[in-house]
């Protein structure tokens, strides 16, 4: 049997328990999961991406079917090359769906033999983004139980 491998990307940036969520319930889709890290120009994120992938490595570093890397250019290239015929992607709220659904349509179209699977965020982590994590953690707020520790130590560093 040939082996079956699904992408998650995104930003990650950081990586917070919402992600872990889906990342867990990916993985039972699929033999492997490739955590990947859109290499954006043009965005300015907070961790840079060697220090995303350094901290998602100690966090799901156990698993060794997960492995994280970053990529820069079409997503359904970076499947396709890594052997992927399934990307992951969670749903939170009806806001995400808009953009989500025009991006799996036209992955589908620049790849059909690769298949977007959504899953819905668990309810506890429904609201928490990272955007909404770095906020949070600027202001001084707590983020203990919506990231992993290794992240809130680097929160607290960066701030
Ligand atoms: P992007 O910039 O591609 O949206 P993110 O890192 O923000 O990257 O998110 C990556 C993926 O994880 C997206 O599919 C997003 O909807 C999903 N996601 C983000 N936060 C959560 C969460 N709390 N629960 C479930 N899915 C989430």
Redo the contacts with the bound molecule.
Sequence with gaps: MTERIAV??????PL????L??LARGRRLADRVIVAI?DHDQKTPLFTVEERIHMIREIVGGDPSISVSSFTGLLVDFAMRSGATIIV????AVS?YEY?LQMALMNRRLAPAVETVF?M??EE??Y???RLVKELARLGGDVTGLVPNIVRQRLADRF
Excluded: C, M, Q, W
């Design positions: 998650y990307p995104g930003s990650f940036d917070t328990n919402g992600h969520d889906i859109l992607r969670g749903l939170r995400d989500e899953l965020a668990k982590y429904s928490v983004s990272s």
